[in-house]
């Protein structure tokens, strides 16, 4: 069987999808902001650092209903 598993179309070196700001939220804000500037310079480390602060931070969740 030949080997055809394509990943998503991932236009970004980056192996897992960014997390979106939560509107409303400074925390997210802020990190948004931090992450633009990253990535601007090309600073992935402290790309991936505000991804895992943005997603680590805690809401309130919507899951459906
Ligand atoms: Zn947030």
């Given at each position: 069987?030949?080997r055809n ?5 991932l ?6 999808p960014?997390p979106?700001p939560?509107?409303g939220?400074d925390v997210?804000?802020?990190l ?10 090309g600073?992935?480390?402290t ?7 943005m997603?680590?931070h ?8």
């Amino acid at each position: 069987m030949p080997r055809n598993c394509r990943a998503v179309h991932l236009k970004d070196p980056f192996p897992v999808p960014e997390p979106e700001p939560v509107a409303g939220c400074d925390v997210c804000a802020a990190l948004a902001r931090q992450r633009a500037a990253a990535h601007a310079l090309g600073d992935k480390a402290t790309v991936i650092d505000s991804n895992i602060e943005m997603r680590s931070h805690s809401h309130p969740k919507r899951e459906g209903q």
